[in-house]
């Protein structure tokens, strides 16, 4: 075991380099190599999780994950343009528009231009598009891949924004953004006149039949894993997964365990690692459909790390564990990136968060910048 995680770092930091040179990009991405491409990018991040977070869940799941099978590692700096600590607005429109922005900023920059993200830029190029959430889908990290506003709480605001996009799929609590409006407004009704099937019942997702589904399942933000949500998110992230794969012309798909966060902000080791658990049930599920595919990029990481989380106690064989925290809020540390997949050796190394994004497109392939910038 121990010479198997030896050859692992050798080969992430062999590649060190390569990922120095993204950094030092010129406006252009000449510099990355030309290497085959992706079909299919799905973006799974866990908001809040840090490495602590990660092992915690790892610890009580007796001491492995099916994160584990992803075998090129690296970190990201999430730092914002105003605050070193960073909120899910400002990390979120890193990873999705390759541009660091403000704290709570929604896919604007730091004078509020709208910026294409990299589900923006894939729709464009005729591939299917899907969010998939714990939280309300208009929250803040969802959001970043779909909306452009200046403030993360314009919620109403974010929830017109996905009517003017052609995402296929989208998942999450929120209903009350879209059909109980200060406007007066129903959004449903354009979306259902739009073809899509809008569903308001957890139970009736894997159901559809549809090509495009809102899944507006929760009138606010979903429960937590157990106080009634159960499986909602690796079977969301099934139904969506099939679902975008009808297009013959491949997806891109981010997936958030939003609540993760949620129990560090509150200090609560249980709910941290129920929801890592149920994050990484997800993952599980993602990476059997990538190596079936065998054409699917998957990327795991997180947009920062919340509560500033260690670990003081624990016992593989019983599954437990004991945490401290320092902090109700975020941290400032480099949280973890997996890669699996065509293009994974390419999230070796330490680099920005926005090296995401450029990464992401790379292995997609969208090199001319007319189409893509």
Known sequence: MKTRGLIIITLCFSLFGQAQDSVSRTGTENNIRKKATAKNIILLIGDGMGVAQLYAGMVVNNGHLNIEQMKHIGLSKTYSTNDFVTDSGAAG????????????????????????????????????????????????????????QPSRYNYEEIAEDFLKTDIEVFIGGGLKHFNDRKDGQDLTKTLKANGYDVIVNPDDIVNSTSDKIAGLIYEDSPPKHSQGRGDMLPQSAVKAMVTLNRNPNGFFLMIEGSQIDWGAHKKNTDYVVEEMLDFDKTVGEVLKFAEADGNTLVIVTADHETGGMTINEGDIEKGEVKAKFTSFDHTGVMVPVFAYGPGSEDFCGIYENTEIFHKMKQAFGFNDLKKSE
């Open 93 to 148: 429109t890193a990873l999705a528009t390759g541009q660091k922005t403000y704290k709570r900023a929604i896919g604007v920059s730091v004078d509020t231009i709208p910026i294409k993200s990299i589900l923006e830029i894939a729709e464009e190029n005729n591939k299917a598009t899907g969010l998939v959430a714990t939280s309300t889908i208009t929250h803040a990290t969802p959001a970043s891949f779909i909306a452009h």
